[in-house]
């Protein structure tokens, strides 16, 4: 399906080579190791290098010979923020989602959504108050951070390398961090990923999202059905869902909607159980 898909978008790398300077990662290859770096779960760019240097699996895959020279990590990460500054690799997950599409491997009707934090690059020493603009330069190439006394909030500090990440939390047992929030949709019948975004870290960011993406596959007569936890069990989400001509089944936690009418259906329990697949996804991300 990879090969098929790169295949279908020659005529897109065509037009980024260029034939001045110095030779560049094929993008085909930057798409595939981006895919080894995902499946494996690999950390870091460093790491996918090393392993690509002593795997005669992922050499294969990418189609590089035992004697092939590999490229260093720093030219990886170069060639890697140009392509993602493109929509490449928006194309090449769009064309094997195609794929899947023309062999009827995915769900019309019954789909699932979750969202998930993901930690931001910057440091938690960089979450500063707005108003904190002394105009001194840091002691130190890492200073040290007192942060006792200090009343952290998204309303009244920043980050100073990353301004659009918030400070936030999975839940009371986990430590504050510096994030983003993921979103993911996926088709229940064999767990393909339909759609993704990510967006400001907040306590409605996973329902408002949510709705406009199941609202994109919501077209049609038929009714749908969306599988979701506690998180989106509120009389808002679920109204919407209705209006979309969308079945909730969600965890119930309190909403007297979902329970009157959702939750004594036949499936209700099973479809409510596909939610926990999307978990596999984010554990690649996170």
Not at 1 to 12: G, I, Y
Not at 208 to 227: N, P, Q, Y
Request: proline share 5%; with cysteine.
């Amino acid at each position: 399906m990879v090969d098929a898909a790169l295949e279908n978008l020659s005529p897109v790398f065509s037009k980024m080579y260029s034939h001045t300077g110095r030779p560049s990662i094929p993008p085909e290859r930057l798409l595939k190791a981006m895919l080894l770096q995902v499946l494996y779960s690999i950390p870091s760019n460093v790491k996918l290098v090393e392993q690509i240097h002593f795997s005669i699996l992922f050499r294969w895959f990418l189609g590089l010979g035992l004697d092939d020279p590999v490229w260093d990590n720093s030219s990886f990460s170069t060639n890697q923020e140009r392509l993602i500054e493109t929509d490449v690799a928006t194309q090449f997950l769009e064309a094997v989602l195609d794929q899947a599409k023309c062999k009827k491997l995915l769900s019309k009707d019954h789909f699932s959504v979750d969202g998930t934090l993901i930690q931001s690059w910057a440091s938690i020493k960089s979450f500063k108050s707005r108003d904190d603009d002394d105009g001194q330069p840091p002691a130190g190439k890492n200073p040290g951070r007192d942060f006792q006394g200090e009343k952290l909030s998204n309303a009244t500090h920043a980050s100073t390398t990353d301004p659009e990440a918030k400070l936030y939390r999975k839940g009371i047992n986990h430590e504050p961090r510096l994030s983003f929030a993921a979103h993911l949709l996926t088709e229940n019948r064999h767990g393909l990923v339909m759609a993704s975004r990510v967006t400001i870290a907040d306590g409605f960011a996973e329902r408002e999202t949510a709705k406009s993406l199941i609202a994109k596959v919501a077209s049609g007569t038929r009714r749908k059905t969306i599988a979701a936890d506690r998180n989106y069990d509120t009389h808002d989400f679920v109204r919407t869902m209705r209006t979309l001509k969308v079945t909730p089944h969600v965890r119930v936690s309190k909403s007297i909607i979902l329970t009157s009418k959702t939750a004594k259906l036949p499936n209700f329990a099973p479809m409510r159980g596909l939610n926990r697949s999307i978990g596999e996804f984010f554990k690649t991300l996170i």
